[in-house]
């Protein structure tokens, strides 16, 4: 086992960041913490990475204690945070080198692990840090990180902000990272990315709904799902919601995504009440579960079973 959490939990003052949490992350695997702002992955990530220290429980990484083994936990992970926090006034190498002796190697000792990322910056290695694009930026933290050849990769929300083409990217080269047996765990408020992982920690405020595979996760989705559409996307939420079968609605994309809480439910009942509501250009057709279906599902499921 890479990466271990048993009950872990941490409060600041009067809040809870992240509440008796558990989960085990396979040597290997690439692994997703998904969740919106304030959910509480990025104090996990602190934790994991010996910056902070927990409440209650205990964590491993690479077989290591996060408290008595800090030391050699910082000499064997990689950890990208959420910011770019390299030197703004230093250059493209100056950061990996400066980076490779913190850590007791040189960018030829590792080359080959970083060569596929680094070779489309390398032509502007002597352009500041603090001048480089979003997606070059990312490609520089991520360098940095595998310079010293770690066992285990942190990345925390490494795609926020960067445009979609440099997020994809990303993506492509964490899956070719991981080939090289690395041990990665991604957090990310991009439902979309979830699917990229091997399995997902479905995480919000500070407690963790779901882990699986995305696929088995979305399987799970207990009713249909409708895509619903009117001239008016405001009123046609308001009146959805006072709906006498409604179960949940939320807007998705254009649409607005609707659950009925009546198993016989009907799609011309829907259409006929929008009707008499005075709706135009109806639009109601049945739609294909997401994984962002299952976090609101979830979500609603943990909320009302707090009340």
């Given at each position: 086992?890479?990466?271990?959490?048993?009950?872990?939990?941490?409060?600041?003052?009067?809040?809870?960041?992240?509440?008796?949490?558990?989960?085990?992350?396979n040597?290997?695997?690439?692994?997703?913490?998904?969740?919106?702002?304030?959910?509480?992955?990025?104090?996990?990530?602190?934790?994991?990475?010996?910056?902070?220290?927990?409440?209650?429980?205990?964590?491993s990484?690479?077989?290591?204690?996060?408290?008595?083994?800090?030391?050699?936990?910082?000499?064997?992970?990689?950890?990208?945070?959420?910011?770019?926090?390299?030197?703004?006034?230093?250059?493209?190498?100056?950061?990996?080198?400066?980076?490779?002796?913190?850590?007791?190697?040189?960018?030829?000792?590792?080359?080959?692990?970083?060569?596929?990322i680094?070779?489309?910056?390398?032509?502007?290695?002597?352009?500041?840090?603090?001048?480089?694009s979003?997606?070059?930026?990312?490609?520089?933290?991520?360098?940095?990180?595998?310079i010293?050849?770690?066992?285990?990769?942190?990345?925390?929300?490494?795609?926020?902000?960067?445009?979609?083409?440099?997020?994809?990217?990303?993506?492509?080269?964490?899956?070719?990272?991981?080939?090289?047996?690395?041990?990665?765990?991604?957090?990310?408020?991009?439902?979309?990315?979830?699917?990229?992982?091997?399995?997902?920690?479905?995480?919000?405020?500070?407690?963790?709904?779901?882990?699986?595979?995305?696929?088995?996760?979305?399987?799970?989705?207990?009713?249909?799902?409708?895509?619903?559409k009117?001239?008016?996307?405001?009123?046609?939420?308001?009146?959805?919601?006072?709906?006498?079968?409604?179960?949940?609605?939320?807007?998705?994309?254009?649409?607005?995504?609707?659950?009925?809480?009546?198993?016989?439910?009907?799609?011309?009942?829907?259409?006929?009440?929008?009707?008499?509501?005075?709706?135009?250009?109806?639009?109601?057709?049945?739609?294909?579960?997401?994984?962002?279906?299952?976090?609101?599902?979830?979500?609603?499921?943990?909320?009302?079973?707090?009340?």
């Open positions: 086992m890479s990466i271990s959490l048993r009950h872990i939990s941490k409060s600041f003052k009067t809040v809870q960041a992240v509440k008796d949490i558990s989960f085990e992350v040597s290997g695997e690439l692994f997703g913490l998904i969740g919106p702002d304030g959910a509480g992955k990025t104090t996990l990530f602190r934790i994991l990475t010996t910056l902070l220290l927990a409440d209650q429980g205990k964590a990484v690479a077989g290591m204690d996060v408290i008595k083994d800090y030391k050699a936990i910082r000499s064997s992970v990689g950890y990208m945070p959420g910011r770019f926090s390299l030197y703004q006034d230093l250059t493209v190498e100056e950061n990996l080198k400066f980076f490779a002796t913190i850590f007791g190697t040189t960018i030829e000792e590792n080359y080959d692990l970083i060569k596929d680094y070779i489309q910056i390398e032509p502007f290695k002597n352009r500041r840090a603090g001048k480089l979003g997606g070059m930026k990312q490609k520089l933290a991520l360098s940095c990180a595998l010293h050849k770690p066992k285990v990769l942190f990345l925390d929300e490494p795609t926020t902000g960067v445009d979609p083409v440099s997020r994809k990217e990303f993506w492509e080269m964490l899956k070719r990272l991981q080939e090289k047996d690395i041990t990665m765990l991604v957090s990310t408020a991009y439902m979309d990315e979830a699917s990229l992982c091997d399995r997902v920690a479905l995480i919000q405020d500070g407690t963790i709904l779901e882990i699986d595979t995305p696929q088995r996760i979305i399987e799970k989705f207990p009713r249909k799902i409708y895509n619903v009117a001239s008016e996307t405001f009123r046609l939420l308001k009146d959805l919601e006072i709906y006498v079968s409604t179960h949940s609605v939320y807007p998705f994309g254009e649409h607005l995504h609707f659950t009925s809480e009546d198993k016989a439910f009907s799609s011309e009942e829907l259409i006929q009440f929008l009707k008499e509501k005075e709706h135009t250009n109806i639009e109601v057709s049945e739609a294909i579960p997401t994984i962002e279906d299952s976090f609101m599902r979830l979500s609603k499921e943990n909320t009302d079973g707090s009340r």
